[in-house]
Nanobody, 124 residues
Framework: VQPVESGGGLVQAGDSLRVSCVIS????????MGWFRQAPGKEREFVAS????????NYADSVKGRFTISRDESKNKVDLQMSGLKPEDTAVYLC??????????????????WGQGTQVTVSS
């Protein structure tokens, strides 16, 4: 179970961008999925998460109303749709998977599998 991210890039403030993540498993719905981000010189921070059946989502206050997390069971994929991007959203975005599939965890300690990350840069 190795998450693999894609879709990062360089955009301008106010633009939209979608980052995606796929994991290789036949039991995708037994994993809650999440996105964290880490900016240079800063601690890794929670962005969004979604439960195994997609029925529960959680968002950091800083992205609520701008970002949307979703999952596609047929493709073992989780997307993070980002709109109204701000320069402070610049970071490496990390996809992660948790066995706590009944919930949408917000703490990194509940996530076991981590991707390498994809860079999102928002210019002002």
């Amino acid at each position: 179970v190795q998450p693999v991210e894609s879709g990062g890039g360089l955009v301008q403030a106010g633009d939209s961008l979608r980052v995606s993540c796929v994991i290789s498993t036949q039991l995708f719905n037994t994993f809650a999925m999440g996105w964290f981000r880490q900016a240079p010189g800063k601690e890794r921070e929670f962005v969004a998460s979604i439960s195994g059946n997609g029925g529960i989502t959680n968002y950091a206050d800083s992205v609520k109303g701008r970002f949307t997390i979703s999952r596609d069971e047929s493709k073992n994929k989780v997307d993070l749709q980002m709109s109204g991007l701000k320069p402070e959203d610049t970071a490496v975005y990390l996809c992660t998977a948790s066995h706590e599939y009944a919930t949408a965890p917000v703490k990194g300690e509940y996530f076991f599998y981590w991707g390498q990350g994809t860079q999102v840069t928002v210019s002002s």
